[in-house]
């Protein structure tokens, strides 16, 4: 059963341009969430979906930020005009369900982590 | 807001016990997590406790103490690679959002 797959691991952009950062969820997860983390510092909430809907972004900027669960393929984190300060780790989990009850943990990916110089 | 605080590094010895403690202020809670995120790697579950008390698994145990907003992840006969970063993380009760500490980085040395 393979784990929260995240693609690619690494990604190097200038200032300006796109990044798209790709997540596949465990088999039979149907949520996902998007955190980032940020040179020492910890892991910050951006954004929970559930398939073609979002639930709940209030910790995504309010531009250049968008994210997307389609019915068929990934979960994608795209940055638009990507700054120096959009440099970090992106990391993508994954839970089978995103009731708020019991043992319903998140699995996390490998992260993506992106440069912009 | 949440605030969760927890030291940011420790150093132990192999074989010996760390405690690495967790406080929260939290404008809810329900259930508290343990990860550890080894360097470059992606954090992976440890613990999950939402009633007062200590969980064991292991060389691993988490304890809850929810009047007091208090948490510590208890670990023990230490090896090299438990050397890593350990995340607290508080859930909140109106949806599924994880609020992390900064982490604490335990070093193990021989």
């Known amino acids: 059963n393979a784990g929260v797959m995240q693609n690619p691991r690494h990604l190097v952009r200038r200032r300006g341009q796109e990044a798209r950062l790709r997540c596949s969820p465990m088999?039979?997860?149907?949520?996902v969430y998007w955190y980032r983390q940020l040179p020492e510092e910890g892991l910050k909430f951006m954004v929970y979906l559930q398939k073609e809907n979002i639930i709940d972004e209030s910790g995504m900027p309010k531009e250049r930020f968008s994210a997307e669960f389609p019915k068929e393929g990934p979960s994608i984190l795209r940055i638009q005009q990507v700054v120096r300060g959009d440099s970090a780790a992106y990391f993508c989990?994954?839970?089978?369900?995103?009731?708020?009850?019991?043992?319903?943990?998140?699995?996390f990916g490998p992260g993506t982590r992106l440069l912009v110089l | 807001g949440q605030n969760i605080d927890q030291p940011t590094e420790m150093t132990a010895t192999e074989g010996a016990i760390v405690q690495i403690n967790c406080t929260y202020q939290?404008?809810?809670?329900?259930?508290l997590f343990w990860y550890q995120q080894h360097a470059g790697e992606a954090p992976t579950f440890l613990s999950y406790n939402v009633l007062d008390g200590l969980e064991e698994k292991g060389r691993f145990s988490s304890f809850l103490s929810r009047s007091k907003g208090y948490s510590y992840l208890l670990l023990k006969e230490l090896q090299m690679k438990d050397s890593a970063s350990y995340l607290c993380a508080v859930r909140d009760p109106n949806d599924y959002k994880l609020s992390f500490g900064a982490g604490t980085t335990v070093t193990v040395r021989a």
């Open positions: 989990a994954s839970s089978p369900s995103g009731l708020a009850g019991g043992q319903e943990t998140q699995y």
């Open positions: 939290t404008s809810g809670f329900n259930g």
């Open positions: 088999k039979g997860h149907s949520h």
